[in-house]
């Protein structure tokens, strides 16, 4: 039988697009300045991420009772792009707070819990994080061995997270760890862990070939202990939850790599027209015309798509859909990156010039959250099951 049709609109509405101008200025005033000496000392954007809590970008997906703003995944998707076409790595603690933190504690957080991390998150005062992956859990997730054991009314944490962003700055990380290992996948169970927690400790930043102010480090549990309310949805819950949750946040790292392709494709088209060759601006030549119209067609079709799937996010295909636009959009900003830099010859090699980092940053959108290996796996085992 034959499913309705979703209904489109290519109209956005006038808060999606007052909030979209509202943030494309304050990513200009605000994020711009200084963004290039960061990404040089590697230094973490607190002030601007202050900022942003207070605007509501941190809470964006939280509800209202909680302090959030409340907001669609599709205006979601616009302000990461905004934030995206300045900063990469802004936009991915951005997007790490917002749907791989917040949204899992709204939608599987006792009350209590709610009530107690949601707000602090949703208003910037404090950061939130993910801890998913192990040193030999990566694609894998299924084989972690961080373990929780309840104790009591707590639950007892061992073990370790690899590649955490947020870690050293984030104060609540929702982390998966087994609780049954004979169970399989239903055997791991997700909680809160705050930073604060007596034997919580973050190891050595990675020093990262791009996204360079972010903070990404490994975090290592000894008997760290979480209160019962702690455990997101009930025990045995977590492995379906980190899912739910990655099917959703794709869509946030979707928007980041149209963000920076954007970016790429206007950085492109202003040095074409200046940079002159054999006599004219080398944007007179068709070689370099026809990179700039595979950049701006790719960049709409990632966009439409990263729309088309924020648009069905509680949809049957959701997960798939957001998988799509994860993959193509991500493919697509590495390779308008590439050509990008490759428009800028060798000013483009150049850390003065901002393709070299929009270069560097938009390597690592085909690897987290997913690789697009893992994204294909994905798309083809919605469309292959019987
Ligand atoms: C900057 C950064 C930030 C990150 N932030 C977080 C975070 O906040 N929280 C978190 O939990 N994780 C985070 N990660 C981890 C990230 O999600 C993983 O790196 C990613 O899932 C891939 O895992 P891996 O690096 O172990 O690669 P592996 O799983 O070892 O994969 C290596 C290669 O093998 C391929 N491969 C693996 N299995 C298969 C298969 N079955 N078929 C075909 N190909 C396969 C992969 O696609 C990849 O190309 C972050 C990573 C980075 C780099």
């Known amino acids: 039988m034959s499913q309705p049709s979703p209904s489109l609109s290519f109209n956005l509405s006038e808060d999606q697009q007052i909030l979209t101008q509202e943030i494309r200025r304050f990513a200009e005033e605000r994020i711009r300045p200084g963004v290039a000496e960061r990404d040089k000392a590697h230094a973490f954007p607190s002030e601007v991420l202050a900022e942003m809590g207070e605007l509501g970008l941190l809470g964006m997906l939280v509800d209202e009772d909680y302090d959030g703003a409340g907001m669609d995944s599709l205006t979601y998707c616009l302000a990461i792009e905004e934030v995206a076409a300045v900063c990469a790595a802004t936009a991915v603690t951005m997007s790490v707070t917002n749907s791989v933190c917040c949204w899992p504690i709204d939608r599987f957080g006792s009350e209590p819990l709610k009530r107690e991390v949601l707000p602090a998150l949703a208003s910037g005062q404090e950061i939130g994080g993910f801890g998913l992956t192990e040193p030999g859990a990566g694609s894998d997730p299924g084989a972690m061995r961080t373990t929780a054991v309840q104790d009591g009314d707590q639950w007892v944490l061992n073990g370790e997270k690899a590649w955490i962003t947020n870690a050293g700055v984030g104060k609540y990380f929702v982390v998966l760890a087994v609780t049954d290992a004979s169970a399989g996948s239903k055997g791991i169970s997700a909680f809160v862990v705050p930073s604060d927690a007596e034997g919580f400790v973050v190891g050595t930043a990675e020093e990262k070939m791009g996204l ?148 560097r940053d938009v390597r690592v959108t085909t690897i987290y959250e997913g690789t697009s290996e893992m994204q294909r796996m994905v798309i083809a085992r919605h469309l292959l099951r019987g």
Not at 259 to 288: M, N
Not at 318 to 325: E, F, I, K, Y
Not at 332 to 339: G, K, T
């Open 212 to 359: 360079r102010s972010s903070r990404t480090a490994p975090l290592y549990f000894t008997n760290v202990r979480v209160p019962g309310h702690y455990l997101l949805a009930e025990e045995g819950a977590g492995f379906r939850i980190a899912m739910a949750t990655l099917d959703h946040s794709r869509l946030g790292i979707a928007a980041q790599a149209v963000g920076i392709h954007r970016r790429a494709l206007e950085l492109a088209v202003d040095y074409a027209r200046e940079r002159q060759q054999f006599g004219v601006p080398i944007a007179k030549h068709q070689a370099i015309q026809f990179k700039i119209a595979t950049m701006a067609n790719e960049l709409e079709a990632a966009r439409l798509l990263t729309y088309y799937a924020a648009l069905q996010d509680d949809g049957k295909q959701a997960g798939r859909l957001a998988s799509q636009a994860k993959l193509y959009a991500s493919e697509a900003a590495n390779r308008a990156c590439w050509e990008s830099l490759q428009v800028h010859g060798g000013n483009g090699f150049c850390e003065d010039y901002e393709i070299a980092r929009l270069y």
